[in-house]
Antibody, heavy 117, light 113 residues
Framework: EVQLVESGGGLVQPGRSLKLSCAASGFTFSNYYMAWVRQAPKKGLEWVATISTSGSRTYYPDSVKGRFTISRDNAKSSLYLQMNSLKSEDTATYYC??????????WGQGTLVTVSS | DILINQSPASLTVSAGEKVTMSCKSSQSLLYSENNQDYLAWYQQKPGQFPKLLIYGASNRHTGVPDRFTGSGSGTDFTLTISSVQAEDLADYYCEQTYSYPLTFGSGTKLEIK
């Protein structure tokens, strides 16, 4: 059974950093692209980042480019999202997802990040 | 960037009724080399994470009931629920994965009378 478990969310002040983690199990992690998708409270879904199987290629929307960094450790079956220079508009639930042929086929339960002073 | 216009924003139907919702893309999502449309539909029930329903515009994901049907190609896509059940109460989102940045529609909220 595919399982994705996010952790690392919490309350953080504007301008500070936070690192999210996603522990994967139930599949061969190194065979899949992985992604982060977020959802602000009562709002829709927003794609945040995607990483290739080896980690050599990463993709971001302009809203987070230069501030967020996606990475992975295939030996640990883990995905990460380093978030720097956080803004209030980054407040959201962050979901880790397995990207099957570009579609987010499996999702974690999410971890809430609140950016506030 | 590819813009996705999803409609309606909300709809209310009775159990057993047929429902259709639309997703229109600002440019074609059809990749000519494999004749595949890069459009997905997701369902998000209240308090839950999203789940993939349809990929490639018309392919049901594993375990998705056959009352859910995706159709369309190019720039116009439709999600149809043939006979709505109470458990289908949810928000539905489409997403284009044709090119980066990946973009979602704003969602359709389905309510059951």
């Amino acid at each position: 059974e595919v399982q994705l478990v996010e952790s690392g969310g919490g309350l953080v002040q504007p301008g500070r950093s936070l690192k999210l983690s996603c522990a994967a199990s139930g599949f061969t992690f190194s065979n899949y692209y992985m992604a982060w998708v977020r959802q602000a409270p009562k709002k829709g879904l927003e794609w945040v980042a995607t990483i290739s199987t080896s980690g050599s290629r990463t993709y971001y929307p302009d809203s987070v480019k230069g501030r967020f960094t996606i990475s992975r450790d295939n030996a640990k079956s883990s995905l990460y999202l380093q978030m720097n220079s956080l803004k209030s508009e980054d407040t959201a639930t962050y979901y880790c997802a397995r990207a099957d042929s570009s579609y987010n086929a499996y999702w974690g339960q999410g971890t809430l990040v609140t950016v506030s002073s | 960037d590819i813009l996705i216009n999803q409609s309606p924003a909300s709809l209310t139907v009775s159990a057993g009724e047929k429902v259709t919702m639309s997703c229109k893309s600002s440019q074609s999502l059809l990749y000519s080399e494999n004749n595949q449309d890069y459009l997905a539909w997701y369902q998000q029930k209240p308090g839950q994470f999203p789940k993939l329903l349809i990929y490639g515009a018309s392919n049901r994901h594993t375990g998705v009931p056959d009352r859910f049907t995706g159709s369309g190609s190019g720039t116009d896509f439709t999600l149809t629920i043939s006979s709505v059940q109470a458990e289908d109460l949810a928000d539905y989102y489409c997403e284009q994965t044709y090119s980066y940045p990946l973009t979602f529609g704003s969602g359709t909220k389905l309510e059951i009378k």
